[in-house]
């Protein structure tokens, strides 16, 4: 089956620093990642669709300069943090699909930020 | 926009069988998810609907109203592991097919 991976799987940061998070798909080319983050108890919320080689569709409410993100290549997108804030702490999750048609979405094992 | 209701919390007991509903209303349906999630773990895929009607998986079946926008989630045999939460999704075309996850239904497996 398709595998994506995330790393790092947790990270602990200061409040003001930056933290980079990469999703990967391993073993097939993802023309589109979803970036997802959920608050304890909560479920997901989509926060930006990326497709390779494109600027990332942001969601409402979601500020694309404090999150941003890259999709350079068909296996890897980042989610960069930027002046993270105790607020940002969260479990941060991708997901990948083949194409924009498939229904089949994989998601990564996900990312605790714990902002201090 | 879309909307999507299901249950916050379920307690059923091991070897019974329970049914999670969910309801949801968007404007570009294109199929609906269950995902299972466990405490701290990314959610994994159980089905996928879209077309009306039941799909059955092993312990496992889903079933779609689209003229209802309503979907259920029917888990048989319950075992202890199954304690989760049941996550319902709807994929909508309109902005780009994304996918729109409910806020989750936790499930307690009692012995």
């Known amino acids: 089956g398709a595998v994506v991976s995330q790393h790092p799987s947790r990270v602990i940061c200061k409040s003001g620093t930056s933290v980079k998070i990469e999703c990967r798909s391993l073993d097939f080319q993802a023309t589109t990642m979803f970036w997802y983050r959920q608050f304890p108890k909560k479920s997901l919320m989509l926060m930006a669709t990326?497709?390779?080689?494109?600027?990332?569709?942001?969601e409402q409410g979601v500020e694309k300069d404090k999150f941003l993100i890259n999709h350079a290549s068909l296996t890897l997108s980042t989610l960069t943090v930027t002046s993270a804030h105790p607020e940002d702490s969260s479990f941060y999750i991708c997901s990948a699909s083949s194409t924009v048609l498939s229904y089949e979405q994989y998601f990564g094992p996900g990312t605790r930020l714990t902002v201090t | 926009g879309q909307n999507i209701d299901q249950p916050t919390e379920m307690t059923a007991t091991e070897g019974a069988i329970v049914q999670i509903n969910c309801t949801y209303q968007?404007?570009?349906?294109?199929?609906l998810f269950w995902y299972q999630q466990h405490a701290g773990e990314a959610p994994t895929f159980l089905s996928y609907n879209v077309l009306d009607g039941l799909e059955e998986k092993g312990r496992f079946s889903s079933f779609l109203s689209r003229s209802k926008g309503y979907s259920y989630l029917l888990l048989k045999e319950l075992q202890m592991k199954d304690s989760a939460s049941y996550l319902c999704a709807v994929r909508d075309r309109t902005g780009g097919f994304k996918t729109i996850f409910g806020a989750g239904t936790r499930l307690f497996v009692k012995a």
């Open positions: 990326s497709n390779e080689g494109s600027k990332a569709t942001y």
């Open positions: 968007t404007s570009g349906f294109n199929g």
